[in-house]
């Protein structure tokens, strides 16, 4: 029996029999169906939502607080089930699941504390009879829609601020990964019905149901930069609030003075982390010439040595690609690529040895050239192109010639080359000599076609908290600049007598 929704408080039949196939990406056998939620479905869960908002969001901070707790604790007690269910369904190696769930738990643990600590504030009155207060408020219902690369990660990092803020929330995960979300149900159980909901289903049908219900007031949204755009274009008659984290083509910059031996496996783990399904992904490497074939050749032979497999199998580096169209993306640019001049180092093909699956070898490729479209848009999968660069002016325009502005990575301990690269490069986050790692507190977001918005840290908590001012007079005093017009103008004096 397929999986149902999670409406409510309580686990639902869809409204149609259609169903959601759930691929093994390493086997290609299907792991589970799950209900394929409607439009009326949708509207099911965000009424639930609605109703659920208005005692929700009176929770006491500190209560609040301890519901957040008993959520990340739920969530560490389910971690390895959770980890699993992730790479039957996604594909990942377990350990990167098992770090997922890691991370997850330690955000509801932060946002508890933010939550229960970030408030409005008190300011300076006009008159001493006054009080003038900044409230912040939750919206209401947020509607998270989420990927499939990092699916437990990228809903807490919605779901975790958006409920400290006092919001309720619908969830939809991609039909790609919604088992491991639907597993949530158990440890969402921990809050009063309808705080959370989940509903797994086409992102063209519940997705935009979500986005275009007047009864929803944020969108917050991780995936593709042409999906983003739908969803801003879909919300902008309604005026709603839309937060958006899409694509990215993040450039690494190595610099001469680089220490080969943590730059080589560095860039190759920024490149190949989740087979290069990360939206921060290095997808563009530029190396000073003068090391470039001594790093080159390093790479290749780095890269050779890792070991591609199942995500289930503890000595797999590198698992399969979430679904064959994936594949057939990266496939797609390395053949253009290399038609127009491209060489191979490594990888460039699908393993011989692992006939099922979507798996793919992690590539080098070298003789790039900027206007090739793996140079230019998003790949998305295991593959490393690398070209040299001069001067460290070229380093710059080369990092800043992209339409995406997500991450961007740079190898030196030249501190001239360090503050030119944090405040010239147009990037929402800029790791210096340690790449992709993120930080509780350190807010995340793109910049130029890489989204609007930050999450994580104070910001993350912001995008779910609307600022009202508020003044208050209790003197209740009659005011000079009140009608009539005569008297308040004979006071100030633009009247004789
Ligand atoms: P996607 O855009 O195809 O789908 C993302 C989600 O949106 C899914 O749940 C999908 O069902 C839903 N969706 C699809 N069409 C919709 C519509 N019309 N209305 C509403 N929802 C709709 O992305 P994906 O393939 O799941 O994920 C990969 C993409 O996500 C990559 O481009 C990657 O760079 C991006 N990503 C960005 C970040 C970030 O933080 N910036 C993080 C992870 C992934």
Not at 225 to 240: E, M, N, Y
Not at 339 to 359: K, S
Not at 456 to 479: A, Q, Y
Request: hydrophobic residues 40%; charged residues 20%.
């Amino acid at each position: 029996m397929a999986k149902p929704l999670w409406i409510g408080g309580r686990f639902v039949d869809a409204a149609s029999d259609e169903v959601i196939a759930v691929i093994n990406p390493a086997t290609e056998e299907v792991v589970d169906t799950v209900a394929a939620g409607t439009a009326e479905d949708a509207r099911r869960a965000i009424e639930a939502a609605n109703e659920a908002f208005p005692s929700w969001r009176r929770v006491p901070g500190v209560e609040k607080a301890g519901l957040l707790h008993e959520v990340a604790s739920r969530l560490r007690s389910k971690a390895e089930e959770l980890a699993t269910t992730l790479t039957l369904e996604g594909g990942k190696p377990l350990i990167e699941n098992r770090d997922e769930m890691g991370w997850s738990a330690a955000y509801f643990d932060y946002y508890a504390e933010i939550g229960r600590h970030c408030r409005g504030r008190v300011l300076p009155s006009i008159e001493d009879s006054q009080l003038s207060l900044v409230l912040k408020e939750p919206y209401g219902v947020v509607a998270c829609i989420v990927p499939w690369n990092y699916p437990i990660l990228l809903m807490t990092w919605k779901v975790a601020p958006a409920l400290a803020a006092g919001n309720t929330v619908v969830i939809k995960p991609s039909s790609v990964t919604p088992l491991s979300t639907l597993m949530f149900a158990e440890i969402f159980d921990a809050l009063p019905p309808g705080v959370v909901n989940i509903i797994a289903g086409a992102g063209s049908v519940v997705g935009d149901e979500l986005v275009a219900s007047p009864r929803t007031h944020v969108v917050a949204f991780t995936g593709s930069t042409s999906v983003g755009q739908r969803i801003a274009a879909l919300a902008a008659p309604l005026v709603k609030k839309v937060h958006l984290e899409l694509g990215g083509k993040d450039p690494f910059v190595v610099c001469e003075d680089a220490d080969l031996d943590v730059a080589v496996p560095g860039v190759a783990w920024a490149a190949l982390l989740n087979a290069g399904q990360v939206c921060t992904s290095t997808e563009r490497v530029y190396v000073q010439q003068s090391i470039f074939d001594e790093f080159t050749t390093r790479i290749a032979e780095h890269v050779q040595s890792l070991r591609v497999g199942p995500g289930m199998d503890p000595t797999t580096d590198i698992g399969p690609m979430a679904r064959a169209p994936y594949r057939a993306k990266v496939e797609h640019q390395v053949g253009d690529a290399v038609i127009r001049g491209a060489r191979v180092l490594a990888g460039g093909r699908r393993p011989p040895e692992l006939p099922r699956g979507f798996f793919y070898e992690p590539t080098v490729l070298v003789n790039v050239e900027p206007d090739m479209e793996i140079m230019r848009e998003e790949t998305f999968g295991p593959v490393i192109p690398i070209a040299a660069y001069g001067t460290f002016d070229e380093a710059i325009e080369l990092a800043n010639s992209s339409a995406y502005g997500l991450g961007a990575n740079l190898y030196t301990h030249n501190a001239i080359y360090i503050k030119r690269f944090y405040e010239e490069v147009k990037a929402g986050t800029i790791w210096i000599n340690d790449p992709l790692t993120d930080n509780d507190a350190g807010p995340f977001g793109g910049m130029k076609l890489s989204g609007t918005g930050r999450e994580l840290g104070e910001e993350g908590i912001e995008e779910f908290r609307e600022t009202k001012h508020v003044h208050w007079d209790f003197s209740m005093e009659h005011k000079m600049w009140w009608y009539p017009y005569e008297q308040y103008n004979r006071e100030s004096g633009y009247l004789e007598g």
